[in-house]
């Protein structure tokens, strides 16, 4: 990669992480390219030269939220943690994720959800799904996992909670609901057993 290529794609991370940054904080609604350019230390020129509007700026900050976390989720699961460590720390990220994250960018990305989105569906299907069945046989072979549970089973109720996710009368109301919607997930409705 030339020196020309190295600095666009650093102007193209550098506005993309201040826009998200500005989005976690105060929503998509309230901010403007000028801040953002002004964050980025980039001209509002430059913005709309690599992504031509607001409206391709936000979705492409949606693109670049999700690949992030879904590194991040590839990183933690690939770390020397045991199984409870792990689900400990996929909580409390999602956790104060909910607590950052402005309820305007949330309705954003969740109507983008669910909408027909195929890049988050290629994203889910290709690395989401996979790495929750090597968590859950890292559980399993550690002993907090049911061993009887078929991954099937796994599967589909991770795809019974997605579908009913992608529905704006959930998606609406969800975010105060993510620490118990992660703990009845991993723990049941039961509790978390101690061993």
């Known amino acids: 990669m030339d020196g020309f290529q190295r600095r666009r794609e650093q102007k193209t991370k550098n506005i993309l992480e201040a826009a998200l940054a500005l989005f976690m904080e105060y929503g998509v609604q309230k901010i403007s390219i000028a801040e953002i350019a002004k964050k980025a230390n980039v001209s509002q020129v430059t913005i709309y030269k690599y992504f031509e509007s607001k409206h391709n700026l936000v979705h492409e900050v949606y693109l670049y939220y999700l690949d992030k976390a879904s590194d991040e989720f590839e990183q933690l699961l690939h770390s020397n943690m045991t199984f ?20 305007d960018f949330y309705q954003y990305i969740m109507m983008e959800y669910s909408s027909s989105n195929d890049y988050f569906e290629k994203l889910y299907v290709e ?64 509790g978390k057993k101690e061993n």
């Open 127 to 190: 690395k989401a799904l996979p790495r929750f069945i090597d968590l859950f046989n890292q559980g399993k072979a550690e002993g907090y996992v049911d061993p009887n549970l078929s991954n099937e089973a796994i599967i589909f109720f991770i795809q019974a909670l997605n579908q009913y996710l992608q529905r704006e009368e959930v998606y609406q109301k969800i975010l105060p609901l993510t620490e118990d919607i992660m703990k009845i997930f991993f723990y049941g409705i039961v």
């Open 84 to 103: 409870p460590e792990k689900i400990k720390q996929m909580m409390f990220t999602k956790k104060e994720e909910a607590k950052q994250i402005h309820e």
